[in-house]
Each structure stands twice: as C-alpha cells, then as structure tokens.
C-alpha cells in the first residue's frame, strides 16, 4: 500500500503554551508593577491601560535600572522591552511642580534622552512613555527628520524633561544650539544593532560625548554585534547584560509564531497572497518587500482586488506614513504592505500575519519583520515567498536560525497543502467577495501636512501604493503615423 503524505510549508509551529490569547499571556506570575520602587503615579497609570504585571525582560531590568547600574539588555522584538527601560527612565526624571524641580540647576532642559533608529520607532516609544506618564505633568519632545524643524524648535525652547528621537536630527538641533545634554541623567540606546545597520553608531558616539559622564546609560539590542559590543564598553560602567529568554524556547524567532515557506513563482505571488489574505481568522497584516516599486505595486493590485491596504515607503512623505500607519492601527485598513523602514519601531497591536513577498536579505531582517506578529505572547503566522532567484539568500537564512528546510516546497495558488497550512476555506477566489469589503480604506483617514510643505500630500497615492506622488496618470494615447489609434478595447 503506498502512503501518500501531502506536502507542508511549514517550518515552526507555534507553541501551544506560547500562543494565547490572552494580552498578559507573557507576564511573570505572581509579581507586579506595584511590587517595584516606582512612583505611584507612573504604577496607576499604568493601571489606566490595563498593565498590571511585568514581562520577563522588564521585570528583570527593573531592579538593576532601578538601582542606577548601567545595562545591555538583549530580548527578542516583542518582548516589552520599551517599559523595561521607559520606566527606571520616568522614574527617575522631575517634572514641574514635582518636589526636586526648585532644586534643579537647569529646569527645563533635558533629563533624559531616548536614541532610536527610525521615526517609527520614535513615535512607538514616545508614546508609550507618554502613556506611563499620563499622570504627571512630563513634557516628552519627539525630534526625528521627515517633519517640520519649527516646531520641535519650539518645543524644545519651551523645555523638555524626556527627549526622544532619531540621531541625525538630534546632532542637527545640538549645531542649531537647540538641543542641550549638559544636564541629561539617563541615556537609553534602542535597537543598537540596526543603529549600526544604518550607519548611525558615529553620530550615536557624538551624542553621548555631549552627555555627562555620570550619566545612568541602558543599551538595548536583539543582536550583538562587534561594534555594538565596543560601543557598550566605551561608553558604560560595569554593565550588567540582562537576556530574557524563555529556556524551553530554543528557536531565535518568538516561539508564537507559526513559521511557513514556500517557494513561489514570481508571477504566482500575487495569486496566492489574494488567498492567504482570506485565512480563516486572519486579522491586521503586514506585508514586506525589498523595494519601494514591488511595495507600490502589490498595493496598488491589492486596492484592485477589493482589499482595505495602505502603503507605506521611502519615497512617502512623515505625514503619507503616519496617516498609513494611524489607518493600520485604527483598522481602517488590515493589510499594510512596506518595505523594511517600517520592520522597526511599529508596535501595533493583533496583527495576526506577517507574509514576505519578497525573501528577506538576511535573517536579521527576517526576525524584525516577523517579528510584528506574536508580540506579547499572542499567536501569529509568518509566511514567506522564496522566489528560485532567491535560492542562495534564503539558504543562509535557513541555516541561520536552524530551520532544517534548504528547499521550500513548491507552490501555487491552487497547491492544496497551501488551503491546509493556513486554513483558506475551498473556493475563494484571488478577489474579495464586494460582502466582505467592510472596512472604511484610507481615505477615511485624515492627511495631516506635519511637514510645512506639500511632500506629505502624495500619501494619495498610498491607497493604491502609486510611485507616481499620488498624480493621476494620464491614459496614454498610441500613435500610427502622426494620428492617434484608439485603444480602448485592447
């Protein structure tokens, strides 16, 4: 008798312990917020959105930051890393009116300074450290390049007690003399090894030389590469390297998260993303590629098909991204499809799939895009199109992080193990049916011109994913010796 055994492009399936529904999922039993030496004010706040009990990275970090020792925290992205050195950073800062500010030298300058890589990761980190002090009356300054350079002038001249924001433009206002460390106490470096990745660990040294030597200094990093190792040893005292992990999982992706590959013809991709879209139970849904092009181009066919997408690349202006973003995170759109900017610093909340349409270069950058899903201990599903081309780049990664699959299985849109692996009901077609087009698309969105100036305005071409600046095209009207042909029914 022969057994036939269907095919799977499966490579990692999602713990069952690991994958929950349940928000706090990931907290350490039987300890709390209230059981640390913060202030109250940061504790209840904190209670205000539901946060009660600590992540293992933020519960261990808390005491030694708390203490005021330097630290190099290492943690899969999303592990809650931000509120593991966002609140020893609040904690230890004076607000107005607060007992101490009388006392400061320099009220009003900064006291705290947050170095991130990208805008994105800016505005997630600002936000929850606004969120945690909601309470107090702390003034948190957001400076990244992509928008106006008025008004965080402005802000910064009123005063700021937590700056955070990118390294080039933070060494910009230091030039403009608008931007003063002198009295800064808490350095936190986030995401270090993309910082190197970008090519920003220069800058990131000119910044901490404006600093104090005194200061309390927190470096956070998925990886450790040489120079990010170098950079700790210059820079920090006797730190401790705090490294969350859980010791049954011995994946180095998020053990929620079910991995699956499959290798996809080129013009096939489209075809079978239109399906996986229509997953039974698939929610918020990121989709990467190497390219800003493949990025408008998957957008815009996606738009054709009936789905709710948005855009979100290099060549859009802060407000075209923000206004995508701020669609994603409101569900005004579930598929945001980007190229890897955008695999830092999003943390949004119940995306359920990650797919990349395009092989990731390397597995550093397959870890940051996977990991948008299964954040905070919630389920995920991570699919990934190996095109032949991408043969070579996806075997180093394969072999990277131990996956044991060197050749993806080959698959179609109509493969039936693709149906199986991520439960496609039988029958859907590489459209949305028009009854399942409920969401309001990004138009119902609203623009804002964060830039002063009109770059932000081709977000219009995002719906759609358009490289075009958002312009309508113009029909284009053959030729045939100097008279025009009419081409409308080709």
């Known amino acids: 008798m022969t057994i036939h055994v269907q095919p799977t492009g499966i490579v990692a399936r999602a713990s069952a312990d690991a994958a929950s529904p349940e928000p706090q999922s990931m907290a350490v039993p039987g300890v709390h917020f209230s059981d640390f030496d913060l202030r109250d004010e940061i504790v209840d706040a904190l209670r205000d959105v539901g946060i009660t009990t600590p992540f293992p990275i933020q519960a261990m970090t808390l005491p030694v930051a708390l203490a005021g020792r330097d630290i190099i925290g290492q943690a899969k992205t999303g592990t809650g890393k931000t509120l593991g050195f966002g609140l ?12 101490g500010w009388e006392k400061l030298s320099h009220p009003g300058k900064p006291q705290a300074l947050v170095v991130v890589p990208t805008r994105e990761l800016a505005l997630q980190v600002a936000g929850d450290l606004e969120a945690a002090s909601r309470r107090r009356n702390l003034r948190i300054v957001k400076v990244f390049g992509g928008r106006a350079y008025e008004p965080q002038v402005e802000a910064l001249k009123v005063g700021a007690e937590v700056v955070v924001g990118t390294p080039g433009r933070m060494i910009d206002l230091i030039r403009h003399k608008v931007l003063d460390l002198s009295r800064v106490r808490t350095v936190v470096l986030d995401e270090a090894d993309e910082m190197l990745d970008l090519g920003f660990l220069p800058d990131v040294e000119k910044l901490l030389a404006r600093t104090p030597a005194t200061r309390h200094t927190m470096l956070f990093s998925a990886t450790m590469p040489g120079p990010v190792v170098a950079l700790a040893r210059r820079y920090m005292s006797q730190p401790t390297h705090i490294r969350a992990a859980d010791p049954h999982d011995t994946m180095k992706t998020v053990a929620s998260v079910t991995q699956v590959v499959y290798r996809a013809h080129a013009l096939n991709k489209m075809e079978m993303l239109a399906r996986i879209l229509q997953a039974r139970g698939r929610g918020l849904t990121m989709v990467f590629a190497r390219t800003k092009r493949t990025v408008a181009s998957v957008a815009e066919d996606l738009a054709h098909r009936g789905f709710a997408v948005a855009a979100i690349h290099g060549d859009l202006g802060q407000g075209a991204r923000e206004q995508a973003l701020r669609a994603f995170r409101n569900g005004k759109v579930d598929v945001l499809v980007a190229t890897d900017v955008a695999a830092r610093g999003i943390d949004v909340e119940d995306v359920t799939h990650v797919i990349n349409y395009q092989c990731p270069e390397d597995e550093k950058i397959y870890l940051h895009r996977v990991g948008r899903t299964g954040r905070a201990g919630s389920g995920g599903t991570a699919v990934t199109f190996v095109d032949w081309d991408d043969t070579p780049r996806w075997s180093l990664i394969n072999k990277a992080l131990g996956f044991g699959n060197a050749e993806p299985v080959e698959t179609y849109h109509t493969s039936a193990h ?8 039988e029958g859907v077609t590489g459209r949305l ?7 309001a698309g990004l138009e119902a969105e609203e623009l804002e011109d964060v830039e002063g100036d009109q770059r932000g305005r081709r977000a219009r071409g995002a719906r759609g994913g358009s490289d075009d600046g958002g312009r309508r095209r113009r029909p284009r009207r053959r030729t045939r010796g100097g008279r025009g042909t009419d081409t409308s029914g080709s």
Do not use: K, Q, Y
Request: glycine share 12%; proline share 15%; no cysteine.
């Open 433 to 439: 049916p028009r009854g399942d087009r409920t969401r």
């Open 418 to 425: 693709l149906f199986s692996d991520l439960d496609i009901p």
């Open 88 to 99: 020893p950073l609040l904690n230890g800062v004076i607000a107005p009116g607060e007992e």
